[in-house]
């Protein structure tokens, strides 16, 4: 404790030392001096804080008062615009088409038509008198009513009843999940046979009825009824829609053909008011912003179009009451003008349809059944007409013409000797020969091979005679040359591969063997062999080995007749916005020439080619072909050709291929024709006769042409 004491007194004194000299305030002091200042602080943040309140207040106020008040009007309409609710008609008319003389070929057809549009809430007892309901008033087709729905009709109505025919043995299997509920449905279902017997010709239309009002999407309208629809049966149902609980009428729209079914195919088809949209395109339409129950454009033209042709829907805002208040009127499409003439298209069919049945019964045509043709402009790559036709054999051995046109763009040919423009082109090319290279026309052996000879032995030709005779050994020698080769009478014959590369870059040059670019969906490219042997070498040549499509050989012989330019066919010439009456008065668009390439080659052998194809109709093998028109240029072909007779997928019977291309007149032509045979002939039998139908087809429809364009 004595030295606590002796060391606490010296640090007390250090500490009142120090206290004296620093002048230290009292602690209470300096307490209330910080209480001050923090209370100034708080007060002066208070004031700040209801400063920014009060200003806040105010705009908000000022803001309120300009939006309750002064802009009432503008958010009242905001507000209506955000909660009402807008719908769409089902449907609207499409456009109408046209051929290039504005001779209307499609139009719209007003339709009577009765749907339902299932309720909010209808129970299925409501749906069921509906069914009823209706069934007094229309008469109904129930010829697609199968037994399965009309026992599910039974079902809906005596379910209760149903579920008694259910055994406790196959309960207690539901129960333990040994069957399901769609088990018991179809148990019950092979139970009431009986009970369905005694139904009516009335149950059975009010079964159908309630099929269709119950098939399909809940949301979407059904089509009760859109044909034979009477004035009596529309103006009932329409008079009853208050006591039809989702029962309604309205008129639709069909397509009409004015011209029956001339060229219809290619005009194409839309989905059918029950339709829609088809489920192989649904991703594409769906992508694009259409609905699943649109009517829309399924093939060819109607469908390569459907951006022009389809028309806009009338919009609707819906009321409180559920009654509907136009917004926007419906519109039709727009019209399309093609550029089909419609006379020489029903004379083309016409004369198809006759000329494949005359055939059918001349010698030598057991595996012939169709023909192809296109004519056009060769200055444009308009399509003035074309068209195929294919005869069937009904169940009593008599021959029917069916519509084969969609071949023209979709199957190949093998097209012979036409092709041998070409094909002097690629000599002229190459330096195989030049204007009037003179070759012999002899029989071509390669080791190991049959020998291939043109139709007739000529001796010592020219290009011209060569074309204008259609010979084979020219251009076999002219092949032989392309490819590097050294001919020597039944030898071994090696050839350069790269010839092939070269004859196709030619002759794609036609448009052969490439797509011609034609408006439509659908377009084939033919076949292209993949062997480079030397003797398929000789074959090409000659048109007997790659195949072309119809459209293509129109490509190839319009690329000639115009001088070298390889021009897009086309369809649809014009686009016009729709107006009130018959006439097309807004354009909105025109389908220009377009020029998808030229010839690689010097005028000078376009224009001897074109003298060759000259020769071959006024004093060649063509002769007749282009009608009274004698001032015409073409090119025949006849090639061997390979179809499957038994169906097993393998080729197994040789035919003979007919064909013909030219153009009119041979300076400046204004048309241009191609014809196409396939299997018009064959050489069993000992028979060699081959019909003329290619020769008939082409002079008739040449001589028609110029009566309608004189």
Request: hydrophobic fraction near 30%; proline fraction near 3%.
């Amino acid at each position: 404790m004595l030295k606590s004491k002796k060391i606490n007194k010296p640090l007390k004194n250090k500490i009142k030392h120090n206290t004296k000299k620093v002048n230290i305030k009292p602690i209470n002091k300096i307490r209330k001096s910080n209480s001050r200042y923090l209370r100034d602080i708080i007060e002066k943040r208070y004031l700040f804080i209801i400063i920014i309140m009060a200003i806040l207040f105010i705009i908000i106020g000022i803001w309120l008062f300009k939006m309750q008040i002064l802009d009432s009007d503008k958010y009242e309409i905001k507000l209506a615009s955000a909660t009402e609710v807008h719908i769409e008609s089902s449907s609207a008319p499409r456009g109408r088409i046209y051929d290039r003389n504005h001779h209307l070929l499609v139009d719209n057809e007003a339709i009577k038509t009765i749907y339902y549009k299932k309720p909010n809430g209808v129970t299925t007892k409501e749906e069921v008198e509906l069914a009823y309901n209706l069934a007094d008033i229309i008469d109904i087709d129930y010829s697609n009513l199968t037994d399965y729905r009309l026992k599910n009709f039974w079902y809906v109505q005596y379910k209760e009843i149903g579920l008694k025919k259910i055994t406790e043995e196959e309960w207690d299997n539901y129960h333990k999940r040994k069957i399901t509920d769609n088990d018991i449905k179809n148990l019950i279902f092979d139970r009431i046979d009986e009970e369905i017997s005694s139904f009516e010709n009335r149950d059975k239309e009010a079964a159908y009825i309630y099929y269709l009002m119950n098939k399909g999407y809940s949301y979407a309208e059904k089509i009760i009824k859109n044909k034979n629809v009477t004035e009596e049966e529309y103006a009932k149902i329409s008079e009853n829609i208050d006591n039809l609980k989702g029962i309604d009428t309205k008129l639709d729209w069909d397509r009409i053909y004015l011209y029956g079914d001339v060229f219809k195919s290619i005009l194409g088809t839309v989905s059918s008011n029950t339709q829609g949209i088809p489920q192989e395109l649904a991703s594409y339409y769906l992508d694009n912003g259409y609905s699943l129950d649109d009517r829309v454009g399924i093939s060819y033209l109607e469908y390569q179009y459907e951006e022009y042709l389809k028309g806009t829907k009338a919009t609707y805002k819906v009321l409180n009451d559920n009654s509907y208040e136009l917004i926007s009127e419906g519109k039709r499409g727009n019209d399309i003008v093609l550029t089909i003439d419609i006379e020489l298209q029903k004379y083309l069919e016409q004369l198809l349809t006759d000329e494949v049945l005359r055939a059918k019964s001349e010698p030598n045509t057991e595996y012939y059944n169709h023909s192809f043709v296109v004519i056009s402009d060769p200055n444009t790559g308009e399509i003035l007409a074309m068209g195929g036709k294919q005869a069937l054999k009904d169940s009593n051995g008599k021959y029917y013409v069916v519509d084969y046109t969609p071949g023209v763009v979709t199957l190949p040919v093998t097209p012979g000797s036409i092709v041998k423009g070409a094909s002097m082109m690629v000599g002229y090319k190459y330096q195989a020969i030049d204007i009037g290279s003179v070759l012999l026309d002899e029989c071509i052996k390669i080791k190991d091979t049959k020998e291939k000879c043109s139709w007739q032995t000529m001796g010592y030709i020219n290009d011209i005679y060569a074309l204008q005779n259609s010979s084979n050994a020219y251009q076999y020698k002219i092949a032989i040359k392309v490819g590097g080769g050294n001919y020597i009478y039944n030898q071994a014959l090696s050839l350069d591969s790269d010839a092939f590369k070269k004859y196709r870059d030619m002759y794609a040059e036609f448009g052969l063997g490439v797509k011609t670019g034609i408006d439509l969906p659908v377009e084939s490219l033919g076949y292209m062999g993949t062997s480079t042997l030397p003797g398929h070498l000789l074959d090409f040549s000659i048109g007997q080995y790659d195949t072309y499509t119809p459209i293509q050989l129109s490509q190839y012989i319009n690329t000639i007749a115009n001088g070298g330019k390889r021009l897009k066919p086309y369809l649809v010439k014009e686009i016009f916005a729709p107006s009130n009456d018959e006439e097309l008065k807004e354009s909105i668009y025109k389908n220009e020439v377009e020029v998808l390439g030229t010839l690689s080659i010097d005028k000078k052998y376009i224009d001897r080619v074109r003298e060759g194809f000259n020769a071959v109709v006024t004093r060649g093998l063509g002769y007749g072909y282009m009608g009274y028109y004698t001032n015409s240029s073409g090119k025949t072909g006849t090639s061997q050709s390979f179809i499957d007779t038994d169906n097993d997928g393998m080729v197994d019977t040789e035919t003979i291929t007919s064909s013909f291309i030219g153009y009119s007149p041979s300076e400046n032509p204004r048309m241009s024709i191609v014809v196409v045979s396939p299997d018009i002939s064959h050489s069993y039998g000992g028979s060699s006769y081959q019909s003329a139908i290619t020769k008939r087809l082409s002079s008739s429809l040449v001589n028609r042409y110029f009566e309608l364009y004189k």
